[in-house]
């Protein structure tokens, strides 16, 4: 078995969208982080890949997806990535993954309060009157810090486009 030194920056680069692309397969983060870190182990005891290391894992994850899919009964139409939308192609999933891993890279570069704000709001449904209860801060200063925290992420998106593919619902003032 070949090893490879760089193992620890390929799982730094790609486990994020790696996963992000499963989540176009399965719902279940669980069996999503599963199939990843599988990934990464057949990539690793395959040893000889290094050049096409990101092909190699990007198959390896949707082939699980799919046998995961498959052992769950589903039809060879139902197999397909989806986005809310509905079905996409894999390229079309594995161009989102690289997105929406930015896009998170910049959520997680938020301060850490004006990052679970905006994750209240946008990922948990919750309205700026329910965040402030829940928090103990006033409707004005919610309100405030979501959209700093928006702001922040639309300038450090590659564009807005990206940025509203991404979050079609968020709004944009």
Same mark, same amino acid.
């Given at each position: ?51 096409? %290391? ?6 390896? @994850? *949707? +082939?699980?997806?799919?046998?995961? &899919? ?5 039809? #060879? ?56 209860? %829940? ?6 200063? @919610? *309100? +405030?810090?979501?959209?700093?925290? &928006? ?5 450090? #998106? ?16």
């Amino acid at each position: 078995m070949g090893q490879n030194p760089d193992i620890r920056e390929l799982f730094r680069f790609h486990y994020r969208p790696l996963c992000l692309y499963a989540l176009h397969y399965l719902k279940d983060a669980d069996a999503v982080e599963d199939v990843v870190q599988e990934a990464f182990t057949a990539w690793w005891q395959k040893g000889d890949v290094a050049d096409n %290391a990101r092909a190699y894992l990007y198959a390896i @994850v *949707r +082939n699980r997806c799919i046998d995961i &899919l498959r052992r769950q009964g589903r039809q #060879a139409e139902q197999l397909l990535p989806e986005d809310a939308a509905g079905a996409i192609s894999d390229e079309e999933a594995m161009g989102r993954s690289a997105l929406e891993a930015r896009l998170w890279e910049a959520v997680d570069r938020l301060p850490a309060r004006r990052r679970e704000l905006l994750l209240m709001s946008k990922r948990d449904g919750l309205s700026y009157e329910q965040i402030a209860e %829940a928090t103990g801060l006033s409707v004005n200063t @919610v *309100r +405030n810090q979501i959209s700093r925290a &928006l702001q922040s992420l639309r300038n450090s #998106a590659d564009s807005i486009l990206d940025f509203i593919l991404l979050f079609p619902t968020l709004p944009l003032a």
